[in-house]
């Protein structure tokens, strides 16, 4: 077996930032690998949400008061944070939202709504999670416009001679596709795939959800037209994501009515604010805005090639570990072209028994269908249980999870 | 762990009683855990008000396919006034191994099928399994015994 370099043995992160590693679950450490789900947050984020709370809470856009200006500037510094965080030219370009899913659901229905008309085509892949999935067939109901898949190989990536296939056949009008597969880890190549959507006239929405947590995403050197994430799966709280989107916008009409969004309004007719707000409709999420400012400092500092480095040795280390289980198989494709996730069956055993067990040794690991049923469909399987890493990860807890594999394996008498 | 996956439980996952479906069955019901995908289809025939043929169908993890199989077996010549009788803690009982809150619905899936096809009162419905007030007095209760009064 293939040793690691000494340094990708430990955490990137020092364990010691995330309080939550500290505690145990069923008497053993807590081993945490579902960060594709969602990460765990570092102090630097819980404290400055804290400190915000305790200090300066206010709501925005409101008062002339000393807090609502104080609350005002946080919540627009955490906005310039993201917007450089994403390489973005102008912080107008970023709009807060709940998450991916409010982010790509936007999307949907107000650009969706106000370009696509009977016939159109969305071009989307089966590797999708149903967030950029559902969204695009309500609209495609209500519009008439019709879904394409790009198809996956067995080997879990995207099929790139039917893609280019695809776009001269369908000419769709968007192409909405993941940076990042939450199943399989697969990346796919997503600048060229870009470049040749935009040939043909489509635009393209990237579902950042595990990318943008994991890799250096520059939305200038990939030039796609939209990018959802969320601030959850990066270090932040929950209840806030982005929608970044560059001229479109301008364009697009209001996805959700209510204060803050507004110019003018009377009874009959009101008129838009300006970027980014049109779309930021209602008291938005402030803490958790400043949260995220938080973790994209902390994210920052460790750098984006580094804890993409860091995942890919791991992952290339759970790929060995994992190929010694008998019985095991994984999906997606090798470490070289994958994230840091590794999805995989164990024998007959039920994913969500593997999951027990697992559990049951302190290893946090996801298990069902992780919201992409179409790719279950197609590797014929009901679920698989998926190890997922992040910059607070260790070989040793990917040790552990070989080792409650291999006791699942006793208990299953396999 | 041993406690969970029991000999038995992991002979009726892996030689499930009473599996497959009938033709032209007289109750016919399926679900779904939508969380996990866990899924069971239960088909019955009745002749006067008892059951006469069961069979399921299903795919999923251990405990949902066990329960499935054990409750199948339970119900054979059961009368549907018995069976809409059952509650989940009958077919926790059943199961005689622990079930922690995270397994809960897969345990209960197969009761919840039943129910659906039977007119039971467990249908794993919002309103019924969900309800608020019932959590309420539950938990009104609770303190009510803790406390003493």
């Not at chain 1, 993201?82 to 912080?91: C, E, L, P």
């Not at chain 1, 609209?139 to 394409?148: D, V």
């Not at chain 1, 969500?352 to 069902?368: E, K």
């Not at chain 1, 469909?377 to 552990?400: G, K, L, N, Q």
Request: aromatic residues 6%; hydrophobic residues 40%.
């Amino acid at each position: 077996m293939k040793t690691l370099e000494p340094s990708m043995l430990a955490a990137l992160a020092p364990r010691e930032d995330f309080p939550i590693l500290a505690r145990e679950v069923h008497g053993k450490p807590l081993v945490y690998l579902d960060s594709a789900a969602s990460a765990q947050k570092p102090r630097q984020v819980l404290e400055a949400m804290e400190n915000f709370q305790r200090t300066s809470y206010a709501n925005i856009h409101r008062g002339a008061y000393t807090l609502s200006e104080e609350a005002t500037a946080a919540y627009e510094g955490a906005r310039k944070k993201v917007a450089r965080f994403i390489n973005a030219r102008n912080v107008r370009e970023v709009v807060w939202t709940r998450n991916t899913t409010e982010s790509i659901n936007l999307v949907a229905n107000s650009w969706g709504g106000a370009n696509l008309k009977v016939g159109d085509v969305v071009l989307l892949s089966e590797i999708e999670h149903h967030s950029n999935i559902v969204p695009w067939q309500l609209i495609a109901a209500r519009t008439g416009a019709r879904l394409a898949y790009i198809p996956v190989t067995d080997g879990g990536e995207l099929d790139q001679e039917a893609y280019a296939r695809l776009l001269e056949t369908e000419r769709p009008k968007l192409v909405a596709v993941t940076q990042m597969s939450n199943v399989l880890g697969t990346l796919p190549p997503v600048r060229e795939m870009i470049a040749q959507a935009h040939a043909v006239g489509a635009l393209v929405l990237l579902d950042g959800a595990q990318s943008v947590p994991h890799l250096p995403v520059d939305v200038r050197a990939l030039d796609c037209d939209f990018l959802a994430f969320s601030g959850h799966k990066m270090l932040g709280p929950s209840g806030i994501g982005v929608l970044w989107a560059r001229r479109e916008l301008e364009a697009m009409p209001p996805f959700l009515g209510g204060g803050d969004m507004i110019r003018e309004v009377s009874l009959h007719s009101s008129t838009w604010n300006d970027l980014p707000w049109k779309f930021e409709a209602g008291t938005p999420a402030i803490t958790e805005a400043v949260g995220l400012g938080a973790a994209v400092d902390y994210l920052s500092a460790l750098g984006m090639e580094q804890v993409h480095a860091h995942e890919q040795a791991l992952t290339a280390y759970a790929l060995e570990r994992l190929a010694a289980v008998p019985d095991l198989t994984v999906y997606g494709p090798p470490a070289e072209r994958r994230g840091g996730v590794c999805s995989f069956t164990l024998g007959d055993i039920h994913a969500h028994d593997l999951a027990t067990i697992l559990d049951n040794a302190g290893v946090a690991v996801r298990a069902g269908h992780h919201c992409a049923q179409p790719l279950m469909e197609r590797y014929h399987i009901p679920a698989t249980a998926r190890a997922s890493f992040y910059v607070y990860t260790t070989a040793a807890e990917i040790d552990a999870l070989a080792e409650g594999l291999m006791q699942a394996r006793e208990i299953f008498a396999l | 762990m041993d406690d969970l996956y029991r000999q038995y439980i992991l002979d009726h996952y892996r030689e499930p009683r009473n599996h497959g479906s009938l033709e032209q069955p007289d109750i016919h019901a399926a679900d779904t855990n939508p969380l996990c995908g866990d899924r069971i289809a239960i088909d019955l025939n009745v002749r006067d008000g008892r059951v006469t043929e069961v069979r399921f169908n299903g795919r999923g993890c251990a405990i949902s396919q066990a329960s499935a199989s054990m409750l199948t077996e339970k119900i054979e010549d059961a009368t549907l006034d018995e069976l809409r009788a059952l509650t989940p803690q009958d077919v926790l009982d059943m199961l005689g191994v622990e079930i922690g809150p995270a397994r809960q619905r897969c345990a209960l899936l197969s009761l919840r099928v039943l129910h659906q096809g039977i007119g039971g009162p467990y249908t794993g419905r919002m309103d019924d399994d969900d309800d608020l007030d019932d959590e309420a007095a539950a938990q009104a209760l609770k303190e009510r015994d803790s406390s003493g009064v």
